[in-house]
């Protein structure tokens, strides 16, 4: 009489067993289709570059496609939201950075997603810093120099930017309120606008991402006064970082790749682990490393207490600024 109900445990045992060998390898099979990154950025801009030298790369260690999807618009805002909204299933991957995810939620109210709450951030990227670039005109040649400039002839000094709220606006805010000067903002409807105003001499100083105006600096058509980084940029080690001058002041543009808020925690840290290897190879370094991005690498749970910090203080920068969207 107990013969069969041992042949039924032994049964239910197996079948148990089939099961859980069934869970890990499903989990062990993680990707098995392609992958989708969402970017927030338009092709051709330094965000896509990161995407395209990373996806393939990647692609290959996980013996699946990474597809690049570009969403660029609204100052990165569109591509952001597609990211929030997106299925947590580990197959959709935002590519996004401060400006979306640190400055313009406190620039445009209710936008369609929060940038803390809505996602599982992966990896941060890299990051760029900026340049403030002075027209060869300009008597000031160092940031002491622009600031006894400033105060001597309060509020005549003008900067340009790419339009109200973006990071090279904000910069110039910092800028102020770190040496209590007076400038005065010209917002542009685009980047390109400005620097071809600041190369004719119409506005004297704009801050830019570094690979953005690296070539008019090098043909003397630009002086850069200094770099915002927390020290020199190797693509300009001459050049001197604000925080020489002004302790504590810096200023990066950076890129992340994030998931959707809900995102399996070992499938975040399986995208962390293969992307972090592609950031490693000599190739990738030194292409990005030629676009002026410095690379980072920093882990899911150190990202996310950045992303935290970053929208906290930009927060109070625009609110002290002022900022609105044009």
Aim: glycine share 10%.
């Amino acid at each position: 009489m107990k013969y069969p109900s041992l042949v039924v445990c032994f049964v239910l045992v197996a079948l148990l067993g089939m099961g859980s060998s069934s869970v890990v390898a499903q989990k062990s099979a993680y990707p098995t289709k392609p992958i989708r990154w969402i970017v927030s950025y338009a092709p051709g801009t330094t965000g896509d570059i990161l995407a395209r030298a990373l996806s393939p790369r990647v692609s290959e260690s996980f013996g699946q496609q990474v597809v690049v999807d570009n969403r660029g618009g609204a100052n990165g805002n569109l591509g952001t939201a597609a990211g929030a909204k997106s299925s947590a299933d580990g197959y959709t991957f935002l590519l996004a950075g401060n400006a979306s995810l640190s400055i313009n939620p406190h620039v445009t109210p209710n936008l369609p997603y929060h940038p803390v709450k809505d996602f599982a951030p992966v990896i941060l990227l890299g990051t760029v810093p900026l340049v403030l670039n002075a027209h060869p005109a300009l008597p000031a040649k160092s940031v002491r120099e622009l600031v006894l400039l400033a105060k001597t002839k309060p509020g005549h000094l003008n900067y340009a930017s790419g339009g109200n709220g973006t990071t090279t606006h904000l910069a110039g805010e910092l800028l102020k309120m770190s040496a209590g000067i007076e400038l005065t903002h010209i917002p542009y409807r685009t980047a390109a606008q400005a620097i071809i105003d600041l190369l004719g001499g119409q506005v004297p100083l704009m801050f830019t991402a570094v690979p953005t105006t690296l070539s008019h600096v090098r043909a003397g058509l630009l002086r850069a006064i200094a770099v915002t980084g927390a020290k020199r940029a190797p693509a300009l080690p001459e050049v001197p970082a604000l925080a020489e001058t002004l302790p504590g002041f810096e200023v990066t543009v950076w890129y992340g790749l994030l998931a959707p808020a809900g995102t399996a925690k070992d499938i975040v840290q399986r995208n962390f682990t293969e992307v972090t290897r592609t950031l490693q190879t000599p190739e990738v370094r030194q292409q990005l490393g030629a676009q002026g991005v410095e690379l980072s690498g920093m882990g899911p749970e150190r990202f996310a207490a950045f992303v935290k910090e970053e929208f906290t203080r930009w927060g109070k920068v625009v609110k002290a600024a002022g900022a609105r969207p044009d």
